[in-house]
């Protein structure tokens, strides 16, 4: 009968790389840029890495918009995904992150070696992103700062033609050490996304960011609309069927997404 105080053990591990102007990139984010680089379209990828069409889609975004620069270019294609491709950029992380990944594995090996046993470790500690239901995020650098009694009207940056507007605490100000020029993450939810077919209008809603329909997922009451922005961002929206139809939106028409500067949540990184 074997004894399991000499049960043996292997040392594993996952490798996450992070940067000031990159999004968290773990190996299944890199399999899917990898995968799109294959197959030169976002379902064939998606298909190769097993996920859904929508999930395939919603990553990419995901990535785009927390990163500088973009990572994948594409044309809207309807279901089969039209063309797609990494940017040079996008090449470039895929590249260096294998090369780490191979050296992450030899350190493993060579770590695992030393150890006879996993109880030799005391407490083992992991630390993870922050993990949220919301797709609207967006990283960013602090443009300008407007100080109240109660609140303070922050001015984030997330490209070269893009600023985000929230309104925040002053309190939450200080305890996220906010000051023009830090780094932070934004999140917009979805329902909080109005949608025009027009231009940006005279209206209360201080975030109005215009862009083009790349994508309509229709559901039985309510429907997901994604907006290209440009500059590799994107913003998504969940509408009622019936505003749908009354907005008369198609993939490939101008729209504008509105949302107060309430709505906006900005996180530390």
């Known amino acids: 009968m074997p004894d399991p105080d000499n049960t043996s053990a292997r040392l594993t591990g996952s490798l996450l790389l992070k940067g000031q102007n990159l999004p968290g990139f773990a190996s299944e984010q890199v399999r899917l840029l990898q995968a ?4 030169g379209s976002i379902a064939a990828a998606a298909r190769q890495v097993g996920i859904s069409y929508k999930t395939a889609w919603d990553r990419i975004d995901a990535m785009n918009n927390l990163s500088a620069q973009p990572l994948v270019a594409r044309s809207a294609g309807g279901a089969q995904g039209g063309g797609t491709q990494l940017t040079e950029f996008g090449r470039n992380v895929v ?3 294998r090369t780490l990944e191979t050296q992450h594995d030899k350190f493993l090996a060579r770590l695992g070696q030393s150890l006879n046993s996993l109880d030799d470790v005391a407490n083992f500690i992991s630390a993870g992103t922050t993990v949220s239901s919301i797709r609207n995020q967006y990283r960013g650098v602090v443009e300008s700062i407007q100080h109240g009694a109660v609140n303070a009207e922050v001015a984030l940056r997330i490209s070269d033609r893009q600023t985000l507007i ?7 100000l200080e305890r996220l050490s906010l000051n023009v020029g830090a780094q932070t993450l934004a999140l917009v939810n979805e329902s909080s996304v109005i949608l025009t077919a027009e231009g940006p209008l005279a209206t209360s809603a201080r975030n109005q960011l215009a862009g083009t329909v790349t994508r309509i997922a229709r559901g039985a009451v309510n429907s997901d609309i994604t907006l290209d922005l440009g500059e590799g961002k994107s913003i998504s929206a969940t509408i009622t069927n019936t505003s749908l139809e009354a907005l008369a939106l198609d993939e490939g028409a101008p729209a504008c997404a509105l949302f107060k500067a309430s709505s906006v949540i900005l996180l530390a990184v």
């Open 166 to 172: 929230a309104i925040i605490t002053e309190d939450s």
């Open 36 to 39: 799109v680089e294959e197959t």
């Open 95 to 97: 590249a260096g992150f």
